[in-house]
């Protein structure tokens, strides 16, 4: 008898064209620190190091051309987001790895397209 796996799934992966390794470290950041909208309408880093913030911020806006809003983090300690709200770049992260909504509810895995290149994979970790 078949089992069916009750996991959620929060993450889709996808064929990437147009990858880079820019796009592997905002994935990385997503993934880790950031959040993906479970309705794929905005993302972002929160992080108490400003330059982690600006880091992430140059990348998006390099490879999107989004404007960044930032905001006072909440939880512990003092921390901000930057935070870029669009439905479109929000689908096209989901498409190529980063899990939407609540990380602590569903499994996600490092994309393919990541894990197959060397490039992408350092700067993933």
């Not at 309408?41 to 390099?62: G, M, P, R, W």
């Not at 939880?75 to 689908?91: A, L």
Request: proline letters at 4%.
């Amino acid at each position: 008898m078949p089992t069916i796996d009750a996991t959620p799934v929060c993450q889709e992966t996808a064929a990437v064209s147009g990858a880079d390794e820019g796009l592997a470290k905002i994935v990385s950041y997503l993934t880790f620190d950031g959040h993906l909208r479970k309705n794929l309408n905005s993302f972002y880093l929160s992080s108490a190091d400003f330059d982690t913030l600006k880091n992430f911020e140059e990348l998006v806006v390099e490879k999107f051309r989004l404007t960044p809003h930032y905001e006072k983090g909440t939880g512990f300690g003092e921390s901000h987001k930057c935070k870029f709200s669009n439905t479109r770049t929000g689908k096209l992260l989901f498409q190529v790895g980063v899990p939407k909504g609540d990380k602590m509810l569903c499994a996600f895995r490092v994309p393919a397209w990541i894990k197959a290149s060397r490039e992408y994979s350092r700067a993933y970790l």
